[in-house]
């Protein structure tokens, strides 16, 4: 226990051997970190766990990431958006299952038809449900969009720097995608006083542990709201994916890189208390029960999918999704049986805001 506010006090010193320690932790200095993280966001938002029901409505996207399995080059992939109709149906359920927010997310694109449609979206969401959060994310989009978006009724936008080391962020992305611009559009939606979040994948290859204590100081320093973090998962029809020595090198590390990427959020949780988390739904390409394991320990939202059946198995941005036979009432049973066996406390009919945003605007 002395130990334990030892390491708190250090970590929030950005000490950089305790971080390097405390991201490869195993065991019982694992478990130590994870019952401190736990305390620091039980001491915020006790037990309970907010939702968003997350409507993926178009894999068509203009951007050609190295990692990504809806990237504009995998050919092999049949493209869908989902019509208006289906996007009502989507918002009766999340009404009905009373989840408090709605996340609208796509592939990139910034074609003006794309941006009438999700504006679109947006303002029948918000005049329909008052109420209810609304959360896009949607890729890098300029000021004045953004700016109409959030006047529609957004007041949320998720878009992942994935990496804060520019380098490594080049060796991911073709040329024409740059790490500048990406920070920039971050920039544009804190001036527009968005709740925004940020996020990056671990586990990547050529990713040390060195650039996540940078992704660390990265999201302390520029004051994010929310985070979505998952691990990496390798898909066959990317470059990365068809790269035999990286899929060695993935198969063989998978398991140690999750532990890391476990470690990671505990630490995030640690350095800010008070912000909110989001366990991936990547995290249950590992173990089925990934997600209640970074709810437990770190995040207190969670998004189950509401993505109509049909598309579901169309919106694969790594191999081996989860539940993509399923429809949106199974999805939520299932998510909500675990939440409470875990003995967590599901909240509903909260926007579950972050009350970090609150503190600093
Ligand atoms: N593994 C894990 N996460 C991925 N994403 C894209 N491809 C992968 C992958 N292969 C994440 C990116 C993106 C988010 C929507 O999905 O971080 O920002």
């Known amino acids: 226990m002395k130990e334990t506010c030892m390491f708190k006090k250090k970590l929030q010193k950005f000490d950089h051997k305790t971080l390097i320690k405390c991201l490869q932790a195993e065991d019982e200095l694992q478990q130590e970190l994870f019952q401190l993280a ?19 409505f178009s894999n ?46 796509s592939g ?19 005049k329909k449900y008052p109420q209810l959060g609304i959360t896009v994310s949607c890729g890098e989009q300029d000021f004045n969009f953004l700016k109409k978006l959030k006047q529609a009724g957004a007041i949320r936008y998720l878009l992942r720097i994935e990496t804060s080391n520019p380098e490594l962020y080049a060796n991911l992305h073709p040329e024409k995608m740059s790490w500048e611009k990406r920070f920039g559009c971050l920039k544009s939606l804190q001036k527009l006083d968005y709740q925004v979040g940020t996020g990056v994948m671990v586990g990547l290859p050529g990713q040390t542990i060195e650039d996540l204590i940078r992704d660390l100081k990265f999201f302390v320093d520029n004051k994010f709201d929310m985070f979505g973090i998952g691990p990496y998962v390798i ?18 590390n998978k398991e140690k890189n999750f532990n890391i990427f476990l470690n990671f959020l505990a630490i995030l949780r640690i350095l800010l208390p008070n ?26 939202v969670i998004m189950p999918s509401v993505t109509p059946k049909d598309c579901r198995d169309k919106y694969l941005l790594y191999q081996n999704k989860p539940n993509i036979d399923e429809g949106a009432d199974k999805s939520f049973k299932c998510i909500l049986n675990k939440i409470k066996k875990a003995g967590l406390e599901p909240v509903f009919g909260e926007q579950g805001n972050s009350p970090f945003y609150y503190k600093h605007n």
């Not at 990139?108 to 918000?126: D, P």
């Not at 898909?235 to 063989?252: C, F, R, S, V």
């Open 38 to 56: 736990r305390q620091i966001k039980e001491e915020v938002f006790g037990k309970k766990i907010w939702f968003r029901g997350i409507i993926e």
């Open 60 to 105: 068509i996207c203009q951007n050609n990431c190295f990692y990504c399995g809806i990237r504009k080059g995998n050919k092999k992939l049949e493209r869908f958006k989902v019509s208006k109709e289906e996007i009502l149906d989507c918002l009766k359920f999340i009404d009905k299952a009373n989840y408090g927010s709605v996340v609208y997310q």
């Open 108 to 126: 990139e694109l910034i074609s003006e038809i794309f941006k009438k449609y999700l504006l679109e979206i947006v303002k029948t969401t918000h």
């Open 235 to 252: 898909h066959k029809d990317t470059p990365l994916g068809k790269d035999a020595k990286i899929q060695n090198w993935w198969q063989e």
């Open 275 to 300: 912000v909110n988390i989001a366990a991936a739904t990547a995290c249950d390409v590992f173990d089925s029960s990934g997600r209640i394991k970074v709810l437990q320990v770190a995040g207190n």
